[in-house]
Every structure is written in C-alpha cells, then in structure tokens.
Nanobody, 118 residues
Framework: QVQLRESGGGVVQTGASLRLSCVAS????????MGWYRQVQQGPGMQRDK????????HYEPSAKGRFTISKDDAKNTLYLQMNNLKPADTGVYVCRYYALETGIGAWGQGVQVTVTP
C-alpha cells in the first residue's frame, strides 16, 4: 500500500502562483508514473480530469500547457506541480496519482483544495 500526502493548496487571486507537493511512501524512481488530477463537482457526482502526468514522458492537459510545470524529485519521492497565472477555471481539488508499472500498485492521494478567485 502506497501512501500519498499532498500539500500546497490554498485560496489565491487570478494570476497568482501555487506549488503543490505530493510525497509518496514508496520509491518514485523506476517505471513509476505519477500525475495530478483535478476533481470538481459535476452534477450529482464528482469529475476527475487529468492535469499533468510524468513518467518516461510528460503530458499536460491543453489548458495547463505553458502555465503549469510537473516535476519529480526521486531522491525525496516527491511530485510537484508548479502552477502559474492561475485562473478561476483551475479551481478544484488536486489529487496526486501514483502507479508503479512493475508491481501494478496504484494509489490516489486525499487531494488538496485550490481555489482561484476572480
């Protein structure tokens, strides 16, 4: 069982920056993909959309490109998301994801709230 602990959320104004962190209880080195997902209320349920992932390659959702930077420090087993020029549409709960290809072990964090005011 891999534990993930996120931090760095908050309430900021449009145009501000935040840096999210996610510390994993397991190694993030070999054949591990990690990512950030944004969870928002969608009708009666929750919708979770991919924001950025990092493994052998890096992927961003279109609205994150040029504003967000995902990175990983394997020495600290920590994933980061630097978010610049934040917009109200970025508001949501940001959830960390861990997946180890060799073991098939996956985990989700509890999430951290990011609120961007106009």
């Amino acid at each position: 069982q891999v534990q993930l602990r996120e931090s760095g959320g908050g309430v900021v104004q449009t145009g501000a920056s935040l840096r999210l962190s996610c510390v994993a209880s397991a190694s993030t080195r070999r054949l591990v993909t990690m990512g950030w997902y944004r969870q928002v209320q969608q009708g009666p349920g929750m919708q979770r959309d991919k924001v950025a992932t990092i493994g052998t390659t890096i992927h961003y959702e279109p609205s994150a490109k040029g504003r967000f930077t995902i990175s990983k420090d394997d020495a600290k087993n920590t994933l980061y998301l630097q978010m610049n020029n934040l917009k109200p549409a970025d508001t949501g709960v940001y959830v960390c994801r861990y997946y180890a290809l060799e073991t098939g072990i996956g985990a989700w964090g509890q999430g951290v709230q990011v609120t961007v005011t106009p």
